[in-house]
């Protein structure tokens, strides 16, 4: 069996050194190209988001091609890293359990396996993909539906929105007299912003590039839609500032904060950077008056009210396990008519 898979996760790397091999949409067609030139894969998928960075490729000699992968990324991100490294079978269930959500720092949500369609999506239509990975990331699908049909591993599980909500809450009591920044309308942001609704924010505030939507997210929960061009005017006033715009750059660096904080009167301000790469200039974190935390500081928070749901864990676990089984009896080889899902 000739597939494989290289990468970092939330389990073995901390933002700080993902955000260095964070691959954004915009390049990520440009990065599979060179990718699979640099290490002579005949297949690959390249799956880039907050808590992981993975390159599933097929070769004729998989430990090599994952020598030369290991080497066009440190080279491309300036960096060392340990990469985890799953081979045949092992790469077969490590994508089936990451699909199912069950490798996710929010065990068992759902948002995972569009990524992972998507990631998959572009790779078939650049014709990166053949027998090997169609035929896997199809039955990774497959097993990802059978996980959600048969067990309850959702059941209970709380979201990256809600577990921001629930950090903001422990650290600043009632939300109810709090005003929240939120930078970044995407699917993340919006979930963010229906936890905090929730649990009685005083007032939300929305900027996002694009301002319609920034609008429409807004409107829906009786908050306020402000220009991105100038979201740093109400760093006063904001209680909590949150933000998932995946910028280009820092959106905020201490030395820009600074003066906001010493007009404050002493209201601490909460912010929590989602985004990877960081919005935030982690050296925030040394002014007074400011709490910064990253999306790794959400793992404790989801990780509550797992033990109750052991039971389907296992259950999920199987099922995985007979997947696998049935990928690797009928060969990983066998070519197949293959559609983007």
């Known amino acids: 069996m000739n597939v494989f898979c290289l990468g970092l996760s939330h389990h073995t790397a901390a933002v ?14 440009t990065v599979t190209n060179d990718l ?10 390249l799956l880039s988001t907050c808590n992981r960075v993975e390159i599933y ?5 998989p430990s090599a091609a994952m020598e030369f992968a290991s080497s066009f990324l440190q080279c491309r991100a300036g960096r060392t890293a340990d990469f985890a490294r799953y081979e045949g079978a092992a790469a077969v269930q490590h994508l089936f359990r990451v699909a199912a959500g069950l490798d996710s720092m929010v065990l ?33 699908f497959r097993a990802a539906k059978q ?14 929105g809600s577990a921001a909500a629930r950090l903001a809450a422990s650290a600043l009591g009632d939300l109810a007299a709090c005003r929240a920044l939120l930078l970044g309308a995407g699917e993340a942001g919006e979930d963010v912003a229906r936890s905090l609704h929730s649990r009685g924010l005083m007032e939300l505030l929305v900027a996002n590039r694009t301002s319609t939507r920034a609008e429409a997210l807004a409107a829906g929960l009786g908050g306020r839609a402000v220009e991105f061009a100038h979201w740093r005017d109400h760093l006063s006033t904001a209680d909590i500032v949150i933000a998932c715009a995946d910028a280009p750059s820092r959106l905020l660096r201490a030395a820009e904060l600074a003066p906001f904080l010493a007009v404050r009167e002493g209201r601490p301000l909460f912010l929590l950077d989602l985004a990877v790469p960081r919005d935030f200039d982690p050296a925030i974190r040394a002014l007074s008056g400011a709490t910064l935390h990253d999306i790794d500081a959400l793992e404790a ?17 199987a099922i995985i396990a007979g997947q696998v089984a049935e990928f690797v009896r009928r060969g990983a080889d066998r070519p197949t008519l293959a559609v983007a899902a």
């Open 16 to 29: 700080s050194l993902r955000e260095c091999f964070a691959v954004g949409g915009d390049e990520s067609a």
């Open 36 to 45: 699979r030139a640099a290490a002579g894969l005949t297949e690959v998928v």
């Open 57 to 61: 490729g097929a070769a004729v000699d």
């Open 108 to 140: 068992g949500e759902t948002e995972i396996l569009g990524q992972v369609k998507d990631a998959y999506a572009a790779a078939f239509g650049a014709g990166h993909t053949g027998p090997a990975l169609n035929r896997l990331f199809q039955q990774a």
């Open 147 to 160: 996980v959600r049909t048969e067990s309850e591993i959702g059941r209970g599980a709380v979201s990256v």
């Open 301 to 317: 928070v989801a990780r509550e009210g797992e033990s109750l749901r052991a039971a389907e864990v296992a259950k999920a676990e």
